[in-house]
């Protein structure tokens, strides 16, 4: 590709004088204008009209077609939200949710929050006036618990039908039989895939309506060779573009937020120096993390002369068209979750896409002039190395918390339930002796009346039964923080390029003997005595942004503890209380070290490794429980801290017996031998998941 790029054998069938043209053109449009431009809005009435005639249909249409933003609408128009009816519209990601809800508003000429508006995790932006509801898949199911039949909503889109995501083939499920006894209830399952089928066969042969794509021609590049660091061999390519090809934005994917921080700080260092000459490159990141102001600075228009560069998770992929996009670099990789029911381990993982994810991102590049795709792996590997389909997400996640969930709404026959696609059988054993050993079930599978405490927190069950047990140990307060701050995980400390020595100081500032829990404890409070003051964070290497989120979400679980009644008392000094209550809800997270100087888990005898970045890095205790397994170079367990194996027997008599835990104490290393080396380098990748 470099080659091709800076050889210029790459056919140059934009025009950029005709591109310009029509951006100007676009400029001019007016915001009804621009709806009227979309594809979807010719076939407005037709859809309307299939609508009426059936309760369930299928909408298929190329992303960017206006299905998110469009459909909303024409329902509000048509009378679906008279009579003090919502329409409500599910989103795989927050990002989406938001971004599509505040330009909705834009659209309707009204307030973000008042008829219009959108509800994610920890943030509610809407009021009684809502008719028009965006809202994550997640919170659409938290709504089945709050109003069991919808009765407030008279239509419900499930967007993104195709991404498959966990919760929305939970919805799936759960709209379905809805639907059978509340007639008057209209559901549209959308999707930007074509194989639109399977649903169809699903929701009892409903419509489909395929709306017709508008789309130009995309070039396909393929590296010659595997790219040993797609993280360089993106940025190289991002500049190359810049420098040698014709007008048009840049769509650029890769696997989360450390990854797309250190690409924009790396792009804003090389583009200082070329002078000005060559045309501004404006670098926008997204990732769900990014604060909403950040966010609309994607879809700003880009300068005549300047080339905007976006850097995207799979978000870009279809749940948010950027206009003027014209050269896609594709890494091939994407951030996925992996659960093995055997080991009990969830990790995320940086993993290939599949080859529909592939196609869809290069369609990205097309939408508004022929395009050209830049893949950093080699033909040979699409062929062969990519599989077809990304696997649903429900068949390779924990289910824990949906097994709770639906168990709190009366659902006990899980076995028989109406899945688009089944997960394994024994994932759901495992969630249900999960919830079991967390006494959020009973012997028999019944929800405790713990469990339906737990059933409040829109959080891991782990991380519930944690909150909920600090009552007991009077630690509430502290709990809290620390759930919070687990809860923006490492987006905590900032580590700039050239200044990581001085980083890696700062947060050493913080550790607490005990381990990483603590030290984040550590931080919050720190931060809180400071006033919340941003200099403070900058004079610490710390994220204010991922620290006001952590307040943002402690805040909301304060609330959520009053309505469970759990009082909110503080007991700063006390470690162990602290530790043990931690230990009430992660328990299923506990190694210990082994005779080679490694950790092995409890249970399942995993080996696993303590991160470099933590406190008890280069200590070495003997127990520890951890927050989660990452994997990168190595099964890293990350958030560590240390704690006594008497507490397991203690606080999980039902999960561990004192025979396990006594066979399980190996004698101590010898000396030497199994310390980490405490020279070890830390290497750029174990920073960037
Ligand atoms: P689909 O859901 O079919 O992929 P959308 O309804 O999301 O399509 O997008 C329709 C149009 O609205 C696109 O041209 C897109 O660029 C524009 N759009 C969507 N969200 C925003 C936003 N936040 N700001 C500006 N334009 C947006
Ligand atoms: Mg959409």
């Not at 009765?151 to 759960?174: K, P, Q, V």
């Not at 006990?412 to 394994?424: I, K, M, R, S, W």
């Not at 006594?662 to 310390?675: A, D, E, L, R, Y």
């Amino acid at each position: 590709i470099k080659e091709a790029i800076m050889s210029g054998k790459i056919d140059e069938q934009e025009d950029p004088i005709e591109e310009k043209k029509r951006k100007i053109e676009e400029e001019k449009l007016s915001i009804q204008e621009q709806r009227k431009s979309l594809p979807i809005f010719a076939h407005r009435q037709k859809i309307l009209d299939l609508l009426s005639s059936n309760q369930v249909i299928i909408i298929v249409g190329e992303t960017g077609s206006g299905k998110t933003t469009q459909l909303t609408q024409y329902l509000h128009e048509s009378g679906y939200t008279k009579n003090g009816k919502k329409v409500g519209c599910t989103q795989p990601r927050r990002v989406a949710a938001m971004s599509v809800a505040k330009r909705v508003a834009d659209e309707m000429g009204v307030t973000l929050g008042k008829e219009v508006g959108y509800a994610i995790r920890f943030e509610d932006c809407t009021s009684d006036k809502t008719v028009v509801k965006y809202m994550t898949d997640g919170m659409m199911l938290r709504e089945f618990l709050r109003e069991p039949d919808l009765g407030s909503y008279s239509c419900i889109m499930i967007d993104e039908a195709h991404e498959r995501t966990l919760h929305t083939d939970i919805l799936f499920g759960l709209v379905k039989d809805l639907a059978r006894y509340r007639s008057d209830l209209k559901l549209i399952i959308s999707s930007a895939t074509m194989d639109a089928f399977k649903f169809s066969k699903y929701f009892d042969d409903a419509p489909i309506y395929k709306i017709p794509g508008r789309r130009f021609p995309v070039d396909i590049y393929n590296t010659k060779a595997p790219e040993a660091d797609y993280l360089d061999a993106a940025i190289v390519s991002v500049l190359q573009i810049h420098l040698t090809q014709p007008p048009g934005d840049i769509l650029v994917f890769l696997t989360g937020q450390a990854e797309i921080e250190a690409a924009t700080e790396i792009l804003t260092q090389r583009t200082h120096g070329l002078g000005t000459k060559i045309g501004e490159l404006i670098i926008c990141p997204i990732y769900s993390a990014l604060p909403s102001n950040m966010q609309v600075k994607i879809f700003e228009k880009t300068p005549p002369g300047a080339r905007k560069v976006v850097l995207a998770t799979n978000i870009a992929e279809t749940s948010l068209t950027i206009n003027g996009i014209v050269y896609v670099i594709d890494t091939g990789f994407c951030k996925q979750n992996y659960y093995n029911p055997r080991t009990g381990m969830e990790s995320l993982i940086v993993a290939p896409i599949s080859k529909a994810s592939s196609l869809q991102r290069a369609g990205r590049a097309g939408r508004v002039a022929p395009g050209k795709c830049f893949r950093l792996y080699t033909k040979w590997s699409f062929e062969n190395e990519l599989d077809d389909e990304t696997v649903p997400e429900i068949q390779r996640t924990n289910l824990a918390s949906v097994v709770l969930m639906l168990k709190s709404l009366g659902i006990d026959d899980l076995v028989g339930f109406d899945f688009l696609d089944p997960p394994p059988s024994e994932t759901l054993m495992r969630s249900i002796e999960q919830l079991y050993a967390l006494a959020a079930l009973n012997e028999d599978g019944e929800l405790t009346k713990l469990g339906r405490r737990m059933a409040e927190f829109p959080l891991d069950p782990m991380m519930s039964k944690m909150i909920i047990s600090s009552e007991k140990y009077k630690t509430t307060s502290e709990i809290l923080t620390i759930a919070s701050m687990l809860s923006v995980n490492n987006s905590i400390f900032y580590r700039p390029k050239d200044k990581e020595v001085h980083a890696d100081n700062a947060r050493k500032n913080f550790f607490n003997e005990t381990g990483d829990h603590l030290s984040l404890l550590n931080v919050y409070n720190q931060w809180r005595d400071s006033n919340y003051s941003i200099q403070w964070c900058y004079e610490n290497y710390i994220q204010y942004r991922s620290m006001k989120r952590a307040k943002d979400v402690r805040d909301q679980i304060e609330n959520l503890c009053e309505r469970v009644e759990i009082p909110l008392v503080s007991n700063p000094t006390d470690y162990e209380g602290i530790l043990k209550t931690i230990t009430s809800g992660f328990f299923f997270n506990t190694s210990n070290i082994t005779r080679s100087g490694d950790y092995s888990t409890l249970k399942k005898k995993q080996t696993v490794f303590i991160h470099p970045t933590s406190a008890l890095f280069n200590r070495v205790p003997k127990w520890v429980i951890f927050f989660e397994v990452v994997q990168t170079t190595k099964e890293y367990m990350r958030q560590i801290s240390e704690i006594q194996p008497q507490w397991l027997i203690e606080i999980a008599p039902h999960f561990y017996q004192l025979k396990e835990i006594s066979s399980s104490v190996h004698k101590m290393p010898k000396q030497g031998k199994g310390k980490v080396n405490s020279s070890e380098v830390l290497k750029k990748e174990e920073f960037l998941i």
